[in-house]
Antibody, heavy 123, light 107 residues
């Protein structure tokens, strides 16, 4: 079955970096884009960006430009999200999710999500 | 960035009720709108894509409508398991912004 399995919780100090992984299985990795969404505890969802595993092409929210890098390793069907220069307000649950690229006939949305990874930034 | 505004922010309804949540975009997003349900401690679950298309496996009690800037999610025959927070998301243009969420509870 379709699965996106994320790496475990992280605790980081301000100014450090974190890398979260998202292991895909049960579907053809290169047929989908992987998006990253975060959610501060008790708050709403925030879209961060996406990667096309086919060519490594990325699109990032302006808010994270210069601090976030999304990559993939096709040999292990895994996507990664690295966030640098962490601040306390980066404390959140980070999710990966997949979406099939739009065609001329249909444009669907994020249909399968990882379980989430809690990143805590604290001195 | 496109701003997505949901209303109401919270909603309390009785079992068997029909409820409607609205989502307004700050500019035309055509039909590129999705609805998600999130339960506490869980990842969001996709309900509706392209404004009105039901995600596979989602019961037909959920329905969506709208285009342009105004959209609605309707839940009929409300049951206890429908409790959670509902989010809309536009994917017409980057960044793919979410609404602030609507918290649904049972009276």
């Amino acid at each position: 079955q379709v699965q996106l399995v994320q790496s475990g919780a992280e605790v980081k100090k301000p100014g450090a970096s974190v890398r979260v992984s998202c292991k895909a299985s049960g579907f053809t990795f290169t047929d989908y884009h992987i998006h990253w969404v975060r959610q501060p505890l008790g708050q709403g969802l925030e879209w961060m960006g996406r990667i096309n595993p086919n060519n490594g092409g990325t699109s990032y929210a302006q808010k994270f430009q210069g601090r976030v890098t999304m990559t993939r390793d096709m040999s292990v069907t895994t996507a990664y999200m690295e966030l640098n220069r962490l601040r306390s307000d980066d404390t959140a649950v980070y999710y990966c999710a997949r979406v099939v690229p739009c065609t001329t006939l249909v444009c669907s949305s994020l249909d399968s999500w990882g379980q989430g990874t809690l990143v805590t930034v604290s001195s | 960035d496109i701003q997505m505004t949901q209303s109401p922010s919270s909603l309390s309804a009785s079992v068997g009720d029909r409820v409607t949540i609205t989502c307004r975009a700050s500019q035309d997003i055509r039909k590129y709108l999705a609805w998600f349900q999130q339960k506490p401690g869980k990842a969001p679950k996709s309900l509706i894509y392209a404004a009105s298309s039901l995600e596979s496996g989602v019961p037909s009690k959920f329905s969506g409508s709208g285009s342009g800037t105004d959209f609605t999610l309707t839940i009929s025959n409300l049951q206890a398991e429908d409790v959670g927070t509902y989010y809309c998301q536009q994917y017409n243009s980057y960044p793919h912004t979410f609404g602030q969420g609507t918290r649904l509870e049972i009276k």
